[in-house]
């Protein structure tokens, strides 16, 4: 199975993707393209690294209609059966979920559907289920349709939330403790069809 990642900084997700594929948890898995949303971001390095190739599609120099369209390019170039949003910051367009619908997953660091949808990402889900006082949040590997998080959740994986934790803090361990074990886990059951990907909802 041919696997797309798409990123737009440091790459952690990646990097535990990587991590997986080297010792063996994702049989069947070959990294096609590494497609970065903006240029200089470590996530690139960390593919070249690993000898992926890699594809830059800039947000900011192009209207949505453009980027949507680019991105498709890169996706059908690289013949990507499944496409993987690993801190991918921009939402997808319209003929990039026409094509991939059903084969395109996003790990978001909440349990959906708490602190989610638009606007929701990195400290600002953490800082969010601060302000709220949960005592658990997580992480959730979800399908991804024209619905911000809305897609059909695959995995969950609760983290407990301690008592002086900060943003900062909490995001590190959601990132250790659930999203770096959840994503290599989806791609892995994907690859060897122990969890079907479908249409989503």
């Not at 737009?8 to 535990?16: F, M």
């Not at 690993?50 to 209207?63: C, F, G, L, N």
């Not at 059903?102 to 302000?131: E, K, T």
């Amino acid at each position: 199975m041919r696997v797309a990642v798409l990123v737009s900084g440091g790459g952690s997700n990646l990097a535990a993707l990587i991590d997986a594929h080297r010792r063996g948890e994702l049989s069947g898995a070959q990294f096609a393209v590494v497609i970065s949303s903006r240029p200089d971001v470590y996530a690139l390095e960390r593919a070249q690294s690993a000898d992926i190739p890699t594809a830059v599609i800039s947000r900011k120099e192009h209207s949505a209609e453009s980027f949507d369209a680019q991105l498709l390019e890169q996706l059908d170039g690289a013949k990507a059966d499944l496409v993987v949003l690993a801190g991918f910051l921009s939402v997808l367009g319209p003929l990039v979920l026409g094509r991939y619908m059903g084969r395109i997953i996003n790990v978001h660091p909440s349990l959906i559907p708490s602190f989610c949808g638009p606007g929701m990402y990195g400290l600002r889900v953490h800082q969010a289920a601060l302000d709220k006082g949960v005592k658990i949040t997580g992480a959730t590997v979800h399908m991804v349709n024209e619905i911000v998080d809305g897609g059909e959740i695959l995995l969950q994986k609760a983290v407990d939330v301690l008592p002086r934790d900060t943003a900062q803090t909490l995001q590190k361990r959601v990132m250790e403790q659930a999203e770096w074990v959840l994503l290599p886990r989806a791609v892995g059951m994907i690859c060897r069809k122990e969890l079907p990907i479908r249409r989503g909802i």
